[in-house]
């Protein structure tokens, strides 16, 4: 079975500082999406940063950076210069190419210390 | 277009009660989503509608849930004799079928508390 297992409940970071969530998945495909979406409370999840499995290049976007190993199926996500509008949980998510559905983590929750 | 929207925001019923939620997804996105999301848990897929076609419903989708996408626009998403375990946040998503996945547009949810 195809699983998602991010193992940070809760992760603090001081505000400007770097923190590294943790991600990892379990598939016999090799050709898939990663995702890691953010989740504001009460509102809605909000794209973070995608990564393609056949680019070896690790995505980036802004602040946002992954760390891609396919071969150890782990996929972190870096924040550089945490703000205070970080804060939120934070869902790793594998989405299989040629299908609709994502398998979501469990979620890491994010806080931003001033 | 201002995204996906969903109404209501919050449905508190009674046990037993039918509920209905709405989903209105980006104009031009032809797919559209509905997943379940409970306290301390990633989202999990109910059911996929491409156009008005359901394509897929989960079997964590009882007889007691049906969704709709008529014409292809908005969907609805009731659950009949709402049970306490129903309690959760209902999802919406949309996205294009067309091009390389760049993911799903996410609405707000609708949180709904059976009490």
């Known amino acids: 079975a195809q699983t998602v297992t991010q193992s940070q409940p809760e992760m603090s970071v001081q505000e400007a500082e770097t923190v590294t969530l943790s991600c990892t998945y379990d598939t016999s495909e090799s050709d898939y999406y990663l995702f890691w979406y953010k989740q504001p409370p009460s509102r809605q999840m909000i794209l973070v940063i995608r990564?393609?499995?056949?680019?070896?290049q690790n995505a980036t976007e802004n602040r946002f950076s992954v760390n891609f190993q396919k071969a150890a199926k782990s996929f972190s996500l870096k924040i550089s210069d945490s703000q205070l509008g970080d804060a939120a949980m934070y869902f790793c998510?594998?989405?299989?190419?040629?299908?609709?559905?994502?398998?979501f983590g469990t979620g890491t929750r994010l806080k931003v210390l001033a | 277009d201002t995204g996906v929207s969903q109404d209501p925001r919050h449905k508190i019923t009674k046990r037993g009660q039918n509920v209905t939620f709405r989903c209105d997804p980006i104009s031009e996105h032809n797919r559209l989503y509905w997943y379940r999301q409970t306290l301390g848990q990633g989202p999990e897929f109910l059911t996929y509608f491409q156009n008005e076609a359901q394509l897929e419903k989960s079997r964590l989708l009882s007889d007691r849930f049906s969704a709709e996408r008529p014409k292809g626009s908005f969907s609805t998403l009731e659950i009949q004799r709402t049970e306490q375990g129903d309690s959760a946040m209902y999802l919406c998503?949309?996205?294009?079928?067309?091009?390389?996945?760049?993911?799903?547009?996410f609405g707000s949810g609708t949180r709904l508390t059976v009490v």
């Open positions: 998510a594998y989405f299989p190419r040629g299908t609709y559905k994502y398998i």
């Open positions: 990564q393609e499995a056949y680019k070896q």
């Open positions: 998503a949309s996205s294009s079928g067309t091009g390389s996945f760049m993911g799903y547009t």
